[in-house]
């Protein structure tokens, strides 16, 4: 695995009203401006499990999350949040 650097800025992806630890996704971009620079991806419930992408790949996929290309992945999940057993 390679080393994560120590000093990053890491942004949680929580809704502005989120309350509690989460767990939440947790973004750093590392250093460079260029497609290759690179992206960390954490669990806040799990900060030593780091992912690690590329600037070009991280883009694609936010890109692809806003035309709304996984929205299939989540298809009946609000249904089965708000049901009752």
């Known amino acids: 695995m390679a080393d994560i650097p120590p000093n990053l800025d890491w942004v949680r992806a ?7 630890p989460g767990p939440w996704i947790e973004i750093a971009f590392g250093e460079g401006d260029d497609g290759e620079a690179p992206v960390y991806i954490r669990e806040t419930n ?10 070009r790949k991280w883009d694609a996929f936010v890109l692809g999350v806003q035309a709304g290309e996984f929205d299939h992945f989540v298809e009946g999940i609000e249904d089965a949040e708000n049901s009752t057993p």
């Open 14 to 20: 929580a809704p502005e009203d989120a309350e509690g």
């Open 46 to 55: 799990d900060p030593d499990n780091v992912v690690t992408t590329n600037r």
